[in-house]
């Protein structure tokens, strides 16, 4: 049987370290007109956005455990402040597809940066039998994933 445990606590780790990076981003670029008008919350929404791109409603439901009514009303400040957009799907109408304008794309791509740094910095001190080891992993369990996402 598999033994999750280890997995688990890397993830969270990796969460905490994610949302650091967002928490001092946003610290530190508060002086910014677009980042000024977010909370770290809110500019976790927007990763949960952009790393499922396109997105709907009920995609950011799914991530995010908001409830439809609190997910909406999120999205609706976003759009309202222009940092987000609703589109119809060309493909099936009853459906809004939310996209990030691109102003905020770049800060989210400078987040990304950041943690990618602070994760490299951290694993800096890794043998290369070692590095081997979280590579091979990472592309097992992103295999493994993928296929799950595909099938859902």
Same mark, same amino acid.
């Given at each position: 049987?598999?033994?999750?445990?280890?997995?688990?606590? +890397? #993830? *969270?780790?990796?969460?905490?370290?994610?949302?650091?990076? +967002?928490?001092?981003?946003?610290?530190?670029?508060?002086? $910014? $007109?677009?980042?000024?008008?977010?909370?770290?919350?809110?500019?976790?929404?927007?990763?949960?956005? !952009?790393? *499922?791109?396109?997105?709907? /409603?009920?995609?950011?439901?799914?991530?995010? #455990? /908001?409830?439809?009514?609190?997910?909406?009303?999120?999205?609706?400040?976003?759009?309202? $402040?222009?940092?987000?957009?609703?589109?119809? *799907?060309?493909?099936?109408?009853? !459906? +809004?597809?939310?996209?990030?304008?691109?102003?905020?794309?770049?800060? /989210? $791509? &400078?987040?990304?940066?950041?943690?990618?740094?602070?994760?490299? &910095?951290?694993?800096?001190?890794?043998?290369? !039998?070692?590095? !081997?080891?979280? *590579?091979?992993?990472?592309?097992?369990?992103?295999?493994?994933? &993928?296929?799950?996402?595909?099938?859902?």
């Amino acid at each position: 049987m598999l033994d999750l445990e280890h997995f688990f606590k +890397v #993830n *969270n780790m990796i969460d905490f370290l994610r949302r650091t990076a +967002v928490a001092e981003y946003w610290e530190n670029n508060r002086e $910014d $007109d677009i980042i000024n008008q977010l909370s770290p919350r809110q500019i976790n929404y927007l990763a949960t956005i !952009e790393r *499922n791109q396109p997105c709907s /409603l009920q995609t950011i439901i799914q991530y995010t #455990n /908001l409830s439809s009514s609190a997910a909406s009303a999120a999205i609706d400040k976003l759009v309202r $402040d222009g940092i987000a957009e609703r589109v119809r *799907n060309q493909e099936n109408r009853r !459906e +809004v597809i939310i996209t990030l304008t691109p102003a905020i794309q770049q800060h /989210l $791509d &400078k987040i990304k940066i950041a943690f990618q740094k602070k994760l490299a &910095k951290m694993l800096s001190g890794c043998s290369p !039998e070692e590095a !081997e080891i979280i *590579n091979s992993a990472g592309r097992i369990l992103s295999s493994h994933i &993928k296929k799950q996402d595909d099938r859902q």
